[in-house]
């Protein structure tokens, strides 16, 4: 209490009250220390205000955005660490895909513990060469010596899960609904799969690979608008035009199913809202707003709306198209699945067979997995119990 704590929203309040030598807590936003950010070139006046003033403690939240040392949030997570005496990272999701993640924000509690990304990467990401022409070059996306890694990150890490803080808040039941592909869709699938067979023995990342990859996820993603209304079906069950039905949260991916999705939807005459990134700050409230409040049936989203958005009004979700890690999925559902929400919450994964859906399943599972056995620690903790229990 007896802190001066200021909130600055500006780069100008940020300059005027560093700038007489005054001692407190100040509140900004990322976006106002990484706005117009060239790294290499002069840092912005807010960024280097703070650096001049030198925080005792730096506390950061959503730090796994400062993953990528390169983007503007890497840099001043960085450049930031460097000016504090003490520094505090918080993140629900500190690895999303694979140990590589976890170097920044290392090195940007103890630069000196973990002063290099290569020794690092060579001890816990399993580099694989990687060959363009004649020159190679090493691929860190692999994981080794977790258990190791394990530890190294439990010695600055404290993990709080849902369950730890939230006592009362009811469960999470995932549901997969397996539904018929188009044969032309398993048939590129097929197509697709030899190619990246190719590229592992070749070590070779082609092109024609990428552009099939992509395709085939938005061509996944399309197929299944009629297995997402088919869903919806189910779950409304014998609900008759005009009677009220249970709100229902939709996730995906492209903006195209999207929005076939919701003119599906506005033809049975329901009301729909979304949120995708075009949508304005005071738009995502508005429609967050009318569907909390009972005045909209289905609410769709993208990524977009995996932050700042709650939606505990619904305890449907169906993930119309999978993300890319666990992570991800685990932030949309969290929408509904979050303080607030009173009922069990079930969540639906339609799944067309022999697609791409297939190898989402195996990465969210097998991403999910290197988490949990890394971050939280679980062979180690699996493996204490066994010698406790042998003792």
């Not at 002063?115 to 363009?132: I, L, N």
Request: glycine letters at 8%; one cysteine or more.
């Amino acid at each position: 209490p007896s802190w001066d704590v200021r909130p600055a929203g500006t780069a100008k309040q940020i300059c005027r009250l560093l700038s007489g030598g005054w001692e407190g807590a100040l509140v900004t936003t990322w976006g106002q220390l990484s706005k117009r950010l060239i790294p290499g070139h002069q840092w912005p006046d807010s960024l280097s205000a703070m650096m001049a003033w030198g925080p005792d403690l730096l506390v950061e939240d959503e730090a796994q955005y400062a993953k990528e040392r390169s983007s503007s949030r890497g840099v001043v997570a960085l450049e930031l660490s460097y000016a504090a005496r003490m520094r505090v990272l918080m993140s629900g999701t500190p690895m999303r895909n694979r140990p590589a993640e976890l170097w920044a924000l290392l090195h940007a509690v103890d630069p000196v513990r973990w002063p290099s990304f290569v020794p690092f990467g060579r001890r816990y990401c399993a580099p694989r060469p990687r060959y363009v022409g004649r020159k190679v070059f090493y691929d860190y996306k692999g994981a080794s010596n977790v258990e190791e890694l394990a530890v190294e990150l439990s010695s600055v890490k404290l993990r709080r899960r849902k369950s730890d803080v939230l006592d009362d808040l009811p469960d999470k039941v995932t549901h997969q609904r397996f539904y018929v592909a188009p044969k032309v869709l398993r048939d590129g699938w097929r197509e697709v799969q030899a190619l990246l067979v190719e590229m592992r023995k070749t070590g070779e990342e082609s092109p024609e690979l990428l552009s099939r990859f992509t395709g085939a996820y938005h061509d996944t993603g399309l197929a299944k608008v009629e297995a997402t209304m088919a869903l919806l079906d189910e779950l409304w069950g014998d609900v008759g035009e005009g009677e009220p039905r249970e709100p229902v949260i939709v996730l995906a991916h492209h903006g195209d199913v999207i929005e076939a999705i919701e003119d599906r939807l506005r033809a049975r005459g329901l009301r729909v809202g979304k949120i995708v990134g075009a949508t304005t700050g005071g738009g995502r409230q508005r429609v967050v707003d009318a569907f909390q409040a009972g005045e909209l049936d289905v609410f769709i989203g993208s990524q977009a709306c995996k932050e700042g958005v709650t939606l505990t009004r619904s305890c449907l979700v169906i993930q119309a198209e999978r993300w890319w890690t666990d992570a991800d999925e685990d932030q949309g559902v969290s929408r509904a699945h979050r303080y607030g929400q009173g009922r069990v919450v079930q969540v639906f994964y339609p799944h067309l067979a022999s697609t791409m859906d297939d190898y989402f399943a195996a990465l969210v599972e097998k991403k999910k997995t290197l988490s949990l056995d890394i971050v939280d620690a679980r062979g180690l903790m699996m493996a204490m119990a066994d010698h406790l229990g042998a003792s």
